[in-house]
């Protein structure tokens, strides 16, 4: 059974740019979360989409956005780079039983540097 | 707010100690707390899942341990190995937030030869 995948692994951008990662759950797996992940901050909750709804948000600004494809594929983007964008981006598959978490599986992360 | 800590931060201990790992919670509508190893530039992989009626879970040489009225999770390592070098996370879910997961900072653990 394959695990959550995520591409890129790493990625190079200039301030100013956006960045579209990436994320392939787990094979009936529907919902996807995505977590930033920095020396200073730990690990932060970004968004969570479940059939194709956005279900829950963190406190990160605008230019963080996300969505998920009809078969539960994510995708987020990150507009107008800044150096603090710099961070390894999780994203973490898990079945949503009567709306509540089982267990989370995380793929290997996407390190953005920002340049 | 919901807010988890892992102390102590960092860990060294010789090879073939048993060891605990302290998570603690403050919001006791916590749904489900997990266990997760993180080893350098990697992901996170699952350790152990206790769900909110559970007491404790076991696997192999690890054993996890939830207290709701107390806001502490343990994990005990038993006969720890080099292997086990990694960072320790400790994630909980609660009550209304789906799948968002409020994680602790992590300890950091060094099984030494």
């Known amino acids: 059974k394959a695990g959550v995948t995520q591409t890129p692994r790493y990625l190079i951008k200039t301030r100013g740019q956006q960045v579209t990662l990436s994320c392939s759950p787990i094979s009936g797996h529907r919902s996807v979360s995505w977590y930033q992940q920095t020396p200073g901050q730990g690990l932060q909750f970004l968004f969570e989409?479940?059939?194709?709804?956005?279900?829950n948000k963190g406190n990160f600004p605008g230019r963080f956005s996300g969505r998920q494809f009809s078969n539960s594929r994510s995708e987020m983007n990150v507009s107008t780079l800044e150096l603090g964008d710099s961070a390894l981006y999780l994203c973490a598959s898990g079945l949503r039983l009567a709306g509540m978490t089982g267990e989370l599986f995380f793929g290997e992360g996407s390190r953005l540097t920002v340049l | 707010k919901q807010e988890v800590t892992q102390i102590p931060a960092a860990l060294s201990v010789p090879e073939g100690e048993n060891l605990v790992l302290n998570c603690s919670f403050t919001?006791?509508?916590?749904?489900?707390l997990q266990w997760f190893r993180q080893d350098p530039g990697k992901g996170l992989t699952s350790l152990l899942l206790i769900q909110s009626s559970q007491r404790e879970q076991t696997s192999g040489r690890l054993n996890a341990s939830l207290d709701k009225s107390s806001g502490r999770s343990t994990l005990y390592i038993a006969a720890s190995q080099p292997g086990d070098s990694a960072t320790y996370l400790c994630a909980g879910a609660f009550t209304g937030g789906g799948n968002k997961l409020t994680f602790g900072t992590g300890t950091q653990l060094k099984v030494e030869l």
């Open positions: 989409y479940f059939s194709e709804t956005q279900r």
């Open positions: 919001d006791s509508a916590i749904y489900n």
